[in-house]
C-alpha cells in the first residue's frame, strides 16, 4: 500500500521495493508471470481529496462573490485571488487596500520567477493541505515575514514542531525560530538544550511564593494576569513525582477577554533567614482561553536535594518560589467595539453568543469561516447565535484565538470540541491546526489509536492515511467505535485492504 500527497511543488512521487521481496516474488507467482522481466503491473490509484483552481480565471472558486477579485500580474503571468481573504490574515495586503494600492503593490512582485512556490504559499494560506513544508519551510517563512502573515507563521511552525529532529535538525529549528520570532517553539525547544535563549527577552516578570506545607498559593499578579500555585497528585505522575499546577487568567474579571500569554519559568527553594536559594525546576507553557493551567511534573528526588541545599526543609524561613518570566501575551476586550481585532468601523459585528455580545471582525470570520460568511452577507444589525446552544463563551473564544492565528494553546481535552466547531462554523483554518496538533502530539498525550478515531470522524484524511501506515495489524484489529457509529468508506476501505493484504 502507498499513499502521497501531490500539491503544486510535489508533483511526483519516486518508490521503490526489492526485487526479491517474499512479497513481490509471491504476487508474480499469483499471476503466472515468475520472470518480472516479462510481467506487467498496475497501479491502483484512488483519489481520496482533491482541490484544483485555476487562478488565472477572475472566478476561481477561491473568489467570494462580486467585487472581491484581486489581480496579480507579472511577467505576462496574470493570477486572481480574494481580496477578502489576502486581507484578513496579512497586515501588508490589509495596509494596501486601505489606501487602494493593492494591485499595485501585487503587480511589483516577480511572481513568474517563483510561481510554484507562491502558489504552496497561498495553498497554505487558504488552509489547503498542502505536502513538503520541510524542503521550502524557510521560504514560507520568509513570504509570511514580507506579507506580515501571521497565519502561515503559525502553520510553519506547527509543521517544525511536528517534524522529527532527523528531518530538520534541532539546531536548524532554533535558528529558524530566532530567525522569525518563533516564541513559542523557541522556547519550547531550548528548554531540550543548555542554551538559554528561550529565556532572553521576557517583557515582564514576578514570583509567586508558596508553603510547601499549604496546598495552594496566595493569588500574584504579575503583567495583565493573576497567578496561582496549586500543589498536589495527578494521572499523569509517577511514585518519585511530584505535581504542581500553575493557574494563569486575566486578573480583569471579564468573560469577554480573549487572551493569551506564554511563559517561562523556574521552581526554586527559598532560605528567607540567610538568602539561600536553589532551583530546582525549569518549566515553560502557552496559557490562553479554554486552557488557563499546566502541570508540572518534577523529581521528588531533586525537590529534596534542593530543600537539604538551603537548610532545614521546613522551618518557617523556608519557603518555594515559582518566577514567571512573560516572554509575550495578549488581551482583547471584545465587548469593545473598536477592539485591537476590527479593522475599521464598518467591520464590526456584534454577535451574541452563549448570553454574551461580542464585537468580531466581519473581514476575518467571514474569509476563513462559511457560516459565518454566508450570515454575515444575508443579514445585517446585531446577531443572535441562540440556536448554537452548545457552543461555549470559553470554547467559541479559544477557535476565535485561533481563526486570527494567535499563539492559542490546544491540548488533548480541547482539540476535540475545536473540530467540533471547525465543522460546525466550517473553518478550514482550524481543522488545519488542529490536524497539525494531532501530527506533533506524542503518542503519551493522544494515542494513535484516538488520532485515528479522530481523524476519521472529521476527515483528517492527510493525517489518517500516515497514522494508518504507522499502525500495526494488531492496533488496527483493536479498533472499536461506541454503539450507532461506524467507520467512515475510506477507513472500511483501508482496514478491508490491509488484512487483505496480511491474509
Known amino acids: 500500500m502507498w499513499h502521497h500527497s501531490f500539491d503544486n511543488v510535489a508533483a511526483s512521487l519516486w518508490f521503490s521495493h526489492q526485487k526479491n521481496n517474499d512479497d513481490f516474488s509471491k504476487a508474480l507467482q499469483l499471476v503466472d508471470q515468475p520472470k518480472v522481466e516479462v510481467a506487467h503491473g498496475e497501479i491502483h490509484v484512488e483519489i481520496v481529496d ?41 497586515a501588508t495586503f490589509a495596509g494596501r487596500f486601505k489606501v487602494d494600492a493593492l494591485e499595485l503593490f501585487l503587480n511589483t512582485l516577480p511572481i513568474d520567477e517563483f510561481l510554484d512556490e507562491f502558489l504552496h504559499f497561498f ?61 513559542t517553539l523557541l522556547v519550547e525547544t531550548t528548554a531540550k538544550t543548555s542554551t538559554s535563549a528561550g529565556r532572553s527577552g ?26 496561582i500555585l496549586e500543589k498536589g497528585m495527578c494521572d499523569g505522575t ?54 488557563n493551567w499546566c502541570h508540572l511534573h518534577h523529581d521528588k528526588e531533586k525537590l529534596r536535594t534542593a530543600l537539604g541545599a538551603v537548610g532545614e526543609p521546613f522551618s518557617k524561613d523556608v519557603s518555594g518560589e515559582v518566577y514567571v518570566g512573560i516572554v509575550n501575551s495578549l488581551c482583547v476586550d471584545l465587548k469593545d467595539r473598536t477592539n485591537s481585532l476590527i479593522h475599521g468601523r464598518e467591520d464590526a459585528a456584534k454577535v451574541k453568543i452563549d448570553g454574551k455580545e461580542l464585537f468580531l471582525s466581519k473581514t476575518v470570520l467571514g474569509a476563513h469561516s462559511l457560516f459565518f460568511y454566508e450570515l454575515f452577507k444575508t443579514k445585517k444589525g446585531k446577531y443572535n447565535l441562540k440556536d448554537l446552544q452548545d457552543v461555549k463563551l470559553e470554547e467559541f473564544l479559544q477557535f476565535l484565538g485561533v481563526v486570527h492565528s494567535l499563539n492559542m494553546p490546544i491540548d488533548k481535552c480541547s482539540v476535540e470540541r475545536l473540530l467540533t466547531l471547525a465543522e460546525l462554523f466550517q473553518c478550514k483554518v482550524v481543522r488545519r491546526h488542529c490536524e497539525d496538533f494531532l501530527r506533533s502530539a506524542p503518542i503519551s498525550v493522544i494515542t494513535n489509536t484516538k488520532k485515528l478515531l479522530l481523524c476519521d470522524h472529521f476527515k483528517l484524511y492527510g493525517l489518517l492515511l500516515d497514522l494508518f501506515e504507522e499502525m500495526c495489524v494488531e492496533e488496527l484489529k483493536k479498533l472499536c467505535l461506541p454503539p450507532g457509529q461506524s467507520f467512515s468508506p475510506l477507513l472500511s476501505s483501508l482496514l478491508s485492504l490491509k488484512f487483505g493484504l496480511v491474509n
Not at 65 to 88: H, N, T
Not at 129 to 147: C, E, P, W
Not at 210 to 224: L, M, W
Request: with cysteine; hydrophobic share 35%; glycine share 8%.
Open 238 to 291: 509517577t511514585d518519585s513525582e511530584l505535581c504542581d499546577k500553575i493557574i494563569c487568567e486575566p486578573k480583569k474579571e471579564n468573560p469577554a477577554i480573549l487572551w493569551t500569554c506564554l511563559a517561562v519559568g523556574t521552581l526554586s527553594v527559598v532560605n528567607k533567614k540567610d538568602g539561600k536559594h536553589n532551583a530546582y525546576l525549569e518549566w515553560n507553557a502557552s496559557f490562553g482561553n479554554n486552557a
Open 123 to 183: 495553498g497554505l494560506y487558504h488552509g489547503l493541505s498542502m505536502s513538503n513544508i520541510a524542503d521550502y519551510v524557510q521560504g514560507l517563512l520568509t513570504h509570511a515575514q514580507v506579507f506580515g502573515c501571521k497565519l502561515i507563521h503559525r502553520r510553519c511552525e506547527d509543521f517544525l514542531r511536528g517534524t522529527s529532529d532527523e528531518k530538520v535538525p534541532l539546531a536548524e529549528k532554533i535558528r529558524l525560530c530566532n530567525r522569525f520570532n518563533l516564541h
Open 50 to 90: 482533491s482541490f484544483i483552481a485555476d487562478i488565472s480565471d477572475p472566478e476561481n472558486p477561491l473568489i467570494q462573490g462580486p467585487g472581491d477579485a484581486v489581480k496579480f500580474s507579472s511577467g505576462g503571468i496574470e493570477l486572481w485571488f480574494s481580496k477578502k481573504v489576502l486581507c484578513a490574515s496579512s
Open 202 to 227: 521576557v517583557i515582564s516578570k514576578g514570583v509567586i511564593s508558596f508553603k510547601f506545607v499549604d496546598g495552594i498559593s496566595d493569588p500574584r499578579e504579575i503583567n495583565d494576569f493573576k497567578w
